[in-house]
């Protein structure tokens, strides 16, 4: 089966972008240069297309109640034009996707899936609906997404023509609301997965090219670039956040991911929900691995499926990899077996049978500001 098109396919190829199939969509994945790209975030905005992300409309009087049994996070809590991070588990605990949900009313919410698993997450929801008075709609092929990111993306989001400059400049972090951007309908949210400030832009597919052109048109002096998902990824890791099929998965636990925080406040906040038990027995237990981040000491990547050694012993796998264009130096996230990190051995990534001296620092690798 041929990948999807997002509606920005032709401004995508006018602009000579290298295109990849990713989650059985045809995404960007440079333009040019994605290094240069990733610098352009860093110091003044990038704009992407994310249209390929799964978009899903729960509405309904119990559509609140019904997130609370449904996802691993207080729907309920979240107050209109605010949203939240979570989890969607299976009932044994195994993560089937991270989310972002915004509350657009009383009785309307939007979830957020990643794009290879919409319709993962679709079925889930719709599954977990029965008993409830609530609609759940895919409205993934009505939606376009648009995001500029970096220090300069608020000046080009208002450059660009917002109907409500103020309620763009008072958005606070992990927010959104309706407005106007060129003329045309969207629904600015506040979040962003570079570690730069930014925005997500939601509209409908006939006015994406429409946002597209005007946020580029607005940030060129400022040196303002489209750029593609090899940018994206390596400011995310810079940013320490984890992409689902690498820090994420049915195979990894939300503790070891380092996202016990966020299961723990539900389990105290919350009644029943989709694999609270199994969460409560994860929660009892120490984990067995541990998602750190790996500094490489030489100029080697480190990249994701490569062995973490302690001396002979292999102790744990990274998970995701790249060579910082910010800091200089190879960086990774590993899952590693926490005895290991207490025994004072040095640590190796074995990158096709070859050692990489890597030593454990905090996450993220990167902060702005």
Not at 66 to 93: H, N
Not at 255 to 267: I, K, M, Q, Y
Request: charged letters at 25%.
């Amino acid at each position: 089966m041929s990948p999807r098109t997002t509606p920005l396919d032709a401004a995508h190829r006018e602009a000579g972008a290298v295109s990849t199939d990713f989650g059985g969509w045809q995404m960007p994945l440079k333009y040019g240069n994605d290094v240069a790209e990733h610098h352009a975030v860093r110091r003044a905005a990038g704009v992407f297309d994310l249209s390929h992300m799964g978009e899903i409309a729960v509405e309904g009087p119990q559509a609140a109640a019904f997130l609370d049994a449904a996802v691993v996070a207080r729907m309920s809590a979240v107050t209109p034009g605010r949203a939240k991070y979570s989890l969607l588990v299976d009932e044994a605990g195994r993560v089937l996707d991270d989310l972002i949900t915004y509350r657009l009313a009383e009785d309307r919410f939007l979830v957020v899936p990643n794009a290879a698993n919409t319709a993962t997450v679709l079925r889930a929801l719709e599954e977990r609906a029965d008993g409830y008075d609530v609609a759940v709609e895919d409205r993934t092929e009505a939606t376009a997404l648009v995001a500029v990111q970096g220090p300069a993306a608020q000046d080009t989001l208002l450059d660009a023509g917002c109907a409500d400059a103020d309620a763009v400049r008072e958005l606070g972090y992990y927010a959104c609301t309706p407005t106007e951007v060129a003329g045309v309908p969207a629904l600015v949210a506040r979040t962003g997965y570079t570690g730069e400030d930014g925005f997500e832009l939601y509209t409908a597919p006939e006015h994406a090219r429409t946002v597209w052109d005007a946020l580029l048109a607005a940030g060129e002096a400022r040196g303002v670039v489209p750029a593609g998902l090899a940018a994206r990824d390596s400011l995310r890791l810079e940013a320490g956040m984890p992409l689902y099929g690498h820090e994420l998965g049915p195979g990894i636990t939300p503790f070891e991911a380092g996202l016990g925080r966020l299961v723990e406040a539900a389990l105290r906040g919350k009644g029943d929900f989709v694999g609270r038990a199994a969460l409560e027995a994860q929660a009892a237990a120490p984990p067995d691995r541990v998602l750190v981040g790996l500094r490489g000491l030489t100029r080697r990547p480190v990249r994701a499926g490569n062995a973490v050694l302690a001396g002979e012993e292999t102790v744990g796998e990274v998970t995701s990899g790249v060579p910082s264009p910010t800091l200089g130096h190879p960086v990774a996230m590993a899952l590693v077996r926490p005895a290991a990190l207490e025994a004072g051995v040095p640590l190796e990534a074995d990158v096709r049978g070859r050692r990489a001296p890597v030593e454990v620092v905090g996450l993220p690798f990167y902060r702005r500001g």
